[in-house]
T-cell receptor
Framework: KQEVTQIPAALSVPEGENLVLNCSFT??????LQWFRQDPGKGLTSLLL?????REQTSGRLNASLDKSSGRSTLYIAASQPGDSATYLC???????????FGKGTRLSVIA | NAGVTQTPKFQVLKTGQSMTLQCAQDMNHEYMSWYRQDPGMGLRLIHY???????DQGEVPNGYNVSRSTTEDFPLRLLSAAPSQTSVYFCASSFSGYGYTFGSGTRLTVV
């Protein structure tokens, strides 16, 4: 059974800092991996999708990497801003026709 | 461009009542799924569907029913609500598993 772990559970950083959020999964046979952002009381917003054949994806100040063999993904946020404060969720798709398995998220606070 | 639409946004039920949470998508996605989100438990899969007429159970299916008569709609039915079903419910859809889009959620309280 695929399990997804995100460390740390919570993180507080000063504005402007570069930071890394970690995600690990137990079964390296994945279809893809998706990073989401969730603001308090809101739904999930997709940030980046990495297919199993890819090593990384970039969108603006965000960069996500994937190392299937070690069962790890990282989300790098450059020059953090208070508006980046949210919970970040990592989810893997075990195969093309099975739904996402989620980690419990990292709650990020960026202090001005 | 509505994406995934969930209704209602908020609901309060009494124990034993039944209700249906609605989920509709306009992207012609064949994959749809329902999750519940609870503090400390993360998002857990309730039921999912890979196409009209096809449904399967997820991690926490007890107390919930689903059906998929059309590509667009995937309603979640609570048969007899219990306080343990107090949660935030999210519906998601995907084209062949290539990235999922989520609805804004339904916040359900069972008293």
């Amino acid at each position: 059974k695929q399990e997804v772990t995100q460390i740390p559970a919570a993180l507080s950083v000063p504005e402007g800092e570069n930071l890394v959020l970690n995600c690990s999964f137990t079964d390296s046979a994945i279809y893809n991996l998706q990073w989401f952002r969730q603001d308090p009381g809101k739904g999930l917003t997709s940030l980046l999708l990495i297919q199993s054949s890819q090593r990384e994806q970039t969108s603006g100040r965000l960069n996500a990497s994937l190392d299937k063999s070690s069962g790890r993904s990282t989300l790098y946020i450059a020059a953090s801003q208070p508006g980046d404060s949210a919970t970040y969720l990592c989810a893997v798709s075990p195969s093309g026709n099975t739904p996402l398995v989620f980690g419990k998220g990292t709650r990020l606070s960026v202090i001005a | 461009n509505a994406g995934v639409t969930q209704t209602p946004k908020f609901q309060v039920l009494k124990t034993g009542q039944s209700m249906t949470l609605q989920c509709a998508q306009d992207m012609n996605h064949e994959y749809m799924s329902w999750y519940r989100q609870d503090p400390g438990m993360g998002l857990r899969l309730i039921h999912y569907s890979v196409g009209a007429g096809i449904t399967d159970q997820g991690e926490v299916p007890n107390g919930y029913n689903v059906s998929r008569s059309t590509t667009e709609d995937f309603p979640l039915r609570l048969l007899s609500a219990a306080p343990s079903q107090t949660s935030v419910y999210f519906c998601a859809s995907s084209f062949s598993g290539y990235g999922y889009t989520f609805g804004s959620g339904t916040r359900l309280t069972v008293v």
